[in-house]
């Protein structure tokens, strides 16, 4: 079969110049975006680091004095971090353990070609889209402690009960978790029903003639074929859930007192409400280390 | 799987359901399925309210500009990242990577002061500026995993034609990467019509999009569910009618492997 000479991997002598400009001519393609990123990615996280270091406040004219890790010691090594990073925590783990399991079952329901299998997936795909904020409000008022549809469920069941899922902490921080599962189970069902439909049907027909039966078909098959997929999704969930703000904004506003209040609400108090922007960037710092091993996972799983 | 479906829709479709109701019967308990008496007052309502229209105007054109700034430049990104080996493609990686996994409000906080001192604060120019940065690692991602999947071998040829690297971009890769870009700009659509904490954080009074509105509705005392629910279904209808046109190009866009967290 002939090659071309020009592309075909054949070391001429103006290979490495043809080569330069080819990685120029890229440097050019991208170079709007790396400015983008730039602007709003890299110099942001510079100045966040600096101001983090200084007593800067919207409340206090005059430049900001250096005051070393003063903001640190103040708001970062405390009790309250302390609290949002366990709620932010909370909220990860538990998510993840709702929404892996009840994904998965849908997975493997749609993968059997029922009847109407793509109206499932189009409402699946409605509450994985839908704004954040309309959802939360929307879950606000579901869970009325007063003429919530939550309230009246329950007392279909139980005349006397009158729940209040916003006024407890464990009530609230569930109601949270349930929302965000709402939302987030359609996007891991699709991800994994992409899995198992990737596994190669001549896979099962063999092991079926070596007389597997089904748990050992999944469990030899299906589950290491789905291991990368399954991956992907958990490290994007747990990102997904470590960011939250606006279901926490608008479902509970970080209440009853803190007991909500994750980082992404602690740092947009402190700056946002009390402008204190020194502060807020250092637990805005706080929370970039913290993302690290999501970052690294994140670069490992989807190969950047 | 029914009761999935149930599940998914019902909570919609209880809050369109209220929206319709007048203001005593959505505050009555316990609360009827469907209106007693449609009434539309909590629609034209908002549609005759000021703060109403600027908030839809500024969330409309805040997606429109969005969309077509990632578009133009995560496509040739893309391109160069896949095709050319480019100079400064492993910071844009990287860069692409963090915005992935850093929260926003990182971000977001030092962009507060810097964009209030360079005038900027509370401008849709700073929405645009700042959403485009932040969907285009998505974007990027997107089509980055179609370009690797198309053969290169059509584009050598042009290039042995003696083609430009751009003339190759335009008018080969370009059309063939269609499907591709359709889906990316559902998703940097739908995506720019979410956002929430970028406007809450750089918008004000003038620069609100939709989604700031409505968060409102929750900081007053006693909240106005009739009017609550009404603002939130017409929030949701753009996003609705979007994913019931465009299911396939947004499951092939979620598969692709790349996904916003």
Known sequence: MPTSPVVGGVRSPHRSPIRRRRRLS??????????????????????????????????RPGAPDFIGSTNYENRVFTASFGRAAGVTASIMVLSLIVQLPIGYYLALCLSRRIPASSVFRTILTIPMMLTPVAVGLMWRFLADPDLGVI???????DSSAHPNLLASSSGALLLIVAVSSWSHIPFVTLMLLAGLLAVPDELYEAAAVDGANSWQRRWHITLPSLA????????LRLAGDYRMFDLVYTVTNGGPGSSTRNLSMLAYMEGLQYYQIGRACAIAMAMALLALPAFFAYRKVARL | ????????????????????KNQLEAQQYPPSLLP?????????????????????????????????LVLLIAFPCAYALVRLNAYGSKLVLLLIALAQTVPAIVVLIPLYSTVAKL???????????????????????????FIRSVPVEIEDAALVDGCGRLKVLLWIVLPMARPALATAAVFTAIYSWNEFLIAAVLGGERARPLTVLISHFVSQKTILWGPMTAAVSLVLLPVVVAVILLQRQLVAGLTAGATKG
């Open chain 2, 119 to 145: 005038h900027l604060y509370d401008t849709r120019t700073a929405l645009v500026l700042v959403y485009t940065g932040l969907l285009i690692p998505f974007s990027t991602l997107v089509l980055m995993g």
């Open chain 1, 151 to 157: 309230r009246w469920i329950v007392s279909l069941v």
């Open chain 1, 26 to 59: 890229g440097l050019a393609f991208l170079s709007p975006a790396l400015g983008i990123l730039i602007i709003v990615i890299a110099l942001p996280m510079a100045i966040g680091l600096y101001q983090s270091l200084t007593n800067m406040a919207l409340t």
């Open chain 1, 228 to 235: 990368p997929v399954l991956l992907i999704v958990c490290v």
């Open chain 2, 1 to 20: 799987m029914s009761v999935a479906a149930v599940i998914s829709l019902a909570p919609v479709l209880w809050t369109v359901s209220t929206s319709f």
């Open chain 2, 36 to 68: 007693q008496r449609v009434k539309l007052s909590n629609y034209t309502d908002l549609f005759t309210d000021s703060d109403f229209h600027a908030a839809a105007l500024t969330s409309i054109i805040v997606t429109i500009c969005v969309t077509a």
